[in-house]
């Protein structure tokens, strides 16, 4: 199956700033258009530090007696919401194959599984959308969560595969879960359980 280029680092600000338009992929010997998207916490940090797109926003939330760092979650997750609602017709055209968004967990819980896995749990079910990827680094730990979240019926977007071996391990606890799904849901369709890696 072949996905669409990742357009990656795509943080638009959806709620105050114009959406950005599909680009065409340059070089590409059959133009294709970037159709997935992915944050990351550098990309959504860097945003809401240096532009002004955040602050009404980030006030309101502060005001309301939030936290910096739910704050701060409040507002990639709404981005987030935002470009998955916005790429929802191209999985919908593409049966699932492309139109998705990746968010990421945040990077202080690499070397923490169990903490990996509430918070790739958390965000998917705040989320709840079909189109959307977590991202987990594949870390020791991380590929543990990996497969617990393929287990769940989750799509998973992985990070930071450094080595064959660790790539190996990827696509053993990716197709470890599966199994561990189906099992559990023999009439599931496990197409809807997508990986990037």
Same mark, same amino acid.
């Given at each position: 199956?072949?996905?669409?280029?990742?357009?990656?680092?795509?943080?638009?600000?959806?709620?105050?700033?114009?959406?950005?338009?599909?680009?065409?992929?340059?070089?590409?010997?059959?133009?294709?258009?970037?159709?997935?998207?992915?944050?990351?916490?550098?990309?959504?940090?860097?945003?809401?530090?240096?532009?002004?797109?955040?602050?009404?926003?980030?006030?309101?939330?502060?005001?309301?007696?939030?936290?910096?760092?739910?704050?701060?979650?409040?507002?990639?997750?709404?981005? +987030?919401? &935002?470009? @998955?609602?916005? *790429?929802?017709?191209?999985?919908? =055209?593409?049966?699932?194959? $492309?139109?998705?968004?990746?968010?990421?967990?945040?990077?202080?819980?690499?070397?923490?599984?169990?903490?990996?896995?509430?918070?790739?749990?958390?965000?998917?079910?705040?989320?709840?959308?079909?189109?959307?990827?977590?991202?987990?680094?594949?870390?020791?730990?991380?590929?543990?969560?990996?497969?617990?979240?393929?287990?769940?019926?989750?799509?998973?977007?992985?990070?930071?595969?450094?080595?064959?071996?660790?790539?190996?391990?990827? +696509?053993? &606890?990716? @197709?470890?879960? *599966?199994?561990?799904?189906?099992? =559990?849901?023999?009439?599931? $369709?496990?197409?809807?359980?997508?990986?990037?890696?």
């Amino acid at each position: 199956m072949i996905r669409s280029p990742i357009a990656a680092n795509f943080v638009p600000s959806f709620s105050n700033s114009q959406p950005i338009e599909p680009k065409v992929w340059p070089g590409s010997r059959t133009p294709r258009t970037f159709r997935p998207a992915s944050s990351s916490s550098p990309s959504s940090d860097k945003a809401m530090s240096t532009g002004t797109d955040y602050d009404t926003q980030f006030r309101s939330l502060l005001g309301s007696g939030a936290s910096v760092e739910a704050s701060y979650w409040a507002l990639v997750v709404d981005d +987030i919401v &935002a470009a @998955l609602d916005l *790429l929802r017709p191209v999985y919908d =055209a593409s049966d699932g194959v $492309d139109g998705y968004v990746s968010v990421e967990v945040d990077p202080a819980l690499a070397r923490d599984r169990a903490g990996t896995e509430v918070a790739a749990r958390e965000l998917a079910e705040t989320i709840a959308r079909p189109n959307l990827y977590v991202k987990i680094p594949a870390t020791a730990e991380g590929v543990g969560a990996i497969g617990q979240m393929i287990a769940e019926g989750r799509s998973i977007n992985v990070t930071l595969i450094f080595s064959i071996p660790r790539y190996a391990e990827v +696509i053993e &606890a990716y @197709l470890a879960g *599966l199994e561990v799904y189906a099992a =559990a849901n023999p009439d599931a $369709d496990l197409s809807r359980i997508s990986s990037v890696a």
